[in-house]
Nanobody, 124 residues
Framework: QVQLAESGGGLVQAGGSLRLSCAASGRTFSNYAMGWFRRAPGKEREFVATISWSGTSTYYADSVKGRFTISTNNAKNTVYLQMNSLEPEDTAIYYC?????????????????WGQGTQVTVSS
């Protein structure tokens, strides 16, 4: 079993920044990709960003492109999400997820394990 623990969420004013971290522990895969998703109040979970095992491939939702950056430290089994120029519309619970295989994916069903989520609230 793989455990994922997110951290770094909180309350920030519009235009501010936050950095989310997600550490994987337990039975880790030799090759895997990771992603970030979010669920805003009253909405379904949506894709935010994903990164391949090598870190050479990254994909972002159009709504965060240019503002968010995903990165990974495989030695620490950790993925990060740097969020800049935050907007009230970014308010959501942010979840990290890990999938078997090296390829990045924006599809929720591709992922095998999920964290519990961390709340991000952006005030206007």
């Amino acid at each position: 079993q793989v455990q994922l623990a997110e951290s770094g969420g909180g309350l920030v004013q519009a235009g501010g920044s936050l950095r989310l971290s997600c550490a994987a522990s337990g039975r880790t895969f030799s090759n895997y990709a990771m992603g970030w998703f979010r669920r805003a109040p009253g909405k379904e979970r949506e894709f935010v960003a994903t990164i391949s095992w090598s870190g050479t491939s990254t994909y972002y939702a159009d709504s965060v492109k240019g503002r968010f950056t995903i990165s990974t430290n495989n030695a620490k089994n950790t993925v990060y999400l740097q969020m800049n120029s935050l907007e009230p519309e970014d308010t959501a619970i942010y979840y990290c997820a890990v999938k078997r295989g090296r390829g990045a994916s924006a599809t929720t069903t591709s992922y095998d394990y999920w964290g519990q989520g961390t709340q991000v609230t952006v005030s206007s």
